[in-house]
């Protein structure tokens, strides 16, 4: 009696009441990690969803990490600066990954190339004009060199226009998370780029319903105020977008 009692009276889940606005329609990707392959797959998807589905003021987020790990980051690059230069509502936001590889490619310090290289760096080197080979005869300093005329300065400076934080209605859109009590409009982009267990350990309602990706999960994750959508693309084949219309969501997956 007292269970079916609290089914009944239990408050909704954040984020079963959160809504967008009237009209609208949110595709959120969640981290690619160099898999061009699956993100042409998985627009391919949005597209064909977002057409069946009529028409809609739609707009496409990325999450962040486009780079590193899987073996076509520069390709990502370029499939997400066409689809800017497209003309379509799309929007980026800076992953950790995104964040070390353009101080790797505008500091010209070899610690900073030591450490993108550490953290999945030399998948994303390799996807530009550069032979294995040549890239095994660089010391640090030479590699750190290299990069200047390596990566165009084009992607460099695409990416760093990417933002920290999007809210759209009930839902704030994150790379990696917030930080527990700290208002959204104070959050350091440190935090919203790297944090990681303060945030996911977290329980109780936040104050908007936080999109993330940044930690891997084998599938989407939904808990309390917190939806996180990646899927280990690089290594599971399987990349994530969250769509929401009005107070409905669903998920699209390659």
């Not at 089914?7 to 990690?33: E, S």
């Amino acid at each position: 009696m007292l269970s079916r009692l609290f089914k009944k009276t239990a408050a909704p889940r954040p984020i079963d009441t959160a809504r967008v606005p009237d009209g609208m329609r949110i595709y959120a990707i969640g981290d690619i990690h160099g898999r061009d392959d699956l993100l042409n797959a998985l627009l391919t998807k949005i597209e064909a969803d977002d057409r069946a589905r009529g028409a809609a003021d739609t707009q496409i987020i990325f999450l962040g990490d486009l780079v590193d790990r899987g073996p076509g980051s520069a390709a990502v690059v370029e499939t997400a600066l066409a689809l800017k230069n497209s003309g379509r509502n799309v929007r980026f936001l800076m992953g950790n990954h995104e964040e070390v590889f353009v101080s790797a490619c505008r500091k010209s310090d070899p610690k900073v190339t030591r450490f993108f290289l550490r953290i999945g760096g030399e998948a994303t080197v390799l996807s530009y004009p550069i032979t294995r080979a040549e890239y095994m005869t660089l010391d640090m300093e030479q590699l750190t060199e290299r990069l200047d005329t390596l990566v165009p300065r084009e992607h460099v400076e695409f990416i760093e226009s990417f933002e920290d934080q999007i809210i759209v209605g009930d839902y704030v859109f994150v790379h990696a998370g917030i930080r527990p009590g700290v208002p959204l409009s104070d959050q350091k982009p440190s935090d919203m780029r790297w944090i990681r267990e303060e945030f996911i350990d977290q329980r109780g309602d936040l104050e908007k319903v936080v999109v993330y990706g940044h930690t891997i999960y084998e599938e989407v994750e939904e808990r309390g105020s917190r939806i996180g959508i990646d899927t280990g693309a690089y290594d599971s084949g399987k990349l994530t977008a969250l769509a929401l219309e009005g107070g409905e969501r669903w998920f699209l997956q390659t």
